[in-house]
């Protein structure tokens, strides 16, 4: 029997886990367009597809007591408002966020004592560990693992900004900026979720330049300064594995 956990809760508790199905990688969801004279397509884009796993399951005192009790409690355990954590024992260390979406019928629970559970996988890329660099001025390199791209969460504590521009901001690898502009020339708590995509100074809301990039970190080495004002930044990531 394989252990599989859905929002914290064992399935084991409930259920006989006789066997999960999951694809062996994700799809590609590829937009293409048609070039006059041409052969073929042009492809415009191509991204990873969501993914489901199917969760085979059996009652594990199979009386109708039993499984009309089970059933209620599987209803319970399922009806999220969104996607949760779903942790598998074969894949140790790794989480993927999943919303159940296959409906069996109280007809085939009560006729065999088991069904199979479908969950959608919005993205394909599980979740790792959580990693964790400081950056300042001076610049700090950090090494990004796993086998897919990440988005950080930024804070810093005590951002300045700079005297000329009235920004403060971050720069990664040379290149992609991520800035915020300041009122005043006291100290600030800064907050910058490339997931979300959204940032905030002292709690409030607020929006980065136009000129920022949300950043998006693939496997391997990095480099991180605080290009704009002053102030230490804790950045903080997930492992992101395919």
């Not at 599987?74 to 024992?89: E, K, M, N």
């Not at 260390?93 to 088991?114: C, H, K, N, Q």
């Not at 915020?180 to 809301?205: I, Y």
Request: with cysteine; proline share 5%; glycine share 10%.
């Amino acid at each position: 029997m394989r252990a599989v956990t859905f929002d914290g809760f064992d399935l084991a508790r409930l259920v006989y886990v006789e066997d999960v199905r999951r694809p062996l990688y994700a799809g590609l969801r590829v937009q293409t367009e048609t070039v006059p004279g041409a052969d073929g397509c042009l492809v415009r884009s191509a991204m990873l597809d969501s993914m489901e796993v199917e969760v085979d399951v059996r009652c594990i005192r199979p009386s109708k007591v039993e499984m009309r009790r089970v059933l209620g409690e599987l209803a319970r355990v399922l009806a999220v408002d969104g996607p949760r954590r779903l942790t598998q024992s074969d894949r140790p260390g790794l989480y993927d966020l999943a919303v159940p979406t296959g409906r069996p019928s109280v007809d085939e629970w009560m006729g065999t004592g088991g069904a199979t559970l479908t969950f959608l996988l919005p993205s394909p890329a599980s979740y790792g560990p959580k990693r964790a660099a400081t950056v300042g001025t001076a610049g700090a390199g950090f090494q990004v693992f796993g086998t897919y791209r990440t988005a950080p969460v930024l804070s810093c504590p005590a951002a300045m900004r700079d005297k000329a521009t009235g920004l403060w901001g971050v720069r990664l690898d040379g290149g992609d900026t991520l800035r915020v502009a300041l009122a005043d020339t006291k100290a600030h708590r800064v907050e910058v979720d490339c997931t979300a995509r959204t940032a905030t100074v002292d709690g409030a809301a607020a929006m980065v330049t136009l000129d920022s990039d949300w950043w998006s970190l693939d496997a391997g080495r990095h480099t991180a300064t605080v290009e704009l004002g002053t102030g230490d930044v804790e950045m903080t990531w997930n492992e992101r594995w395919l």
